[in-house]
Nanobody
């Protein structure tokens, strides 16, 4: 089993920044990649970014490209999401996820383990 714990969410004004962290523990050695998703009320869970442990390759959704940056610390089994120029429409619960198999990383089905989520609220 894998445990993922997100932190760093909170309330921020539009234009501000937040950095989310996701600490992984348990059977982390067979993980291929980590990712971030978000889910706003009444909406589906949306892919934001992914990073592969082995080579650091990153992938972003168009909606956050240029504003959000995903990074990793292999020694700490921790992944980060730096979010800049935040907008009210970025308000959502943010989840980190662990990927071990195949399938599209844009889809929630391509991820195997999930954290409990952290709330991000951007005020206008």
């Amino acid at each position: 089993q894998v445990q993922l714990v997100e932190s760093g969410g909170g309330l921020v004004q539009a234009g501000g920044s937040l950095r989310l962290s996701c600490a992984a523990s348990g059977r982390t050695f067979s993980s291929y990649a980590m990712g971030w998703f978000r889910q706003a009320p009444g909406k589906e869970r949306e892919f934001l970014a992914a990073i592969y442990w082995a080579n650091g390759s990153t992938y972003y959704a168009d909606s956050v490209k240029g504003r959000f940056t995903i990074s990793r610390d292999n020694a700490k089994n921790t992944v980060y999401l730096q979010m800049n120029s935040l907008k009210p429409e970025d308000t959502a619960v943010y989840y980190c996820a662990d990927r071990r198999g195949s399938g599209s990383y844009y889809d929630t089905g391509g991820w195997d383990y999930w954290g409990q989520g952290t709330q991000v609220t951007v005020s206008s």
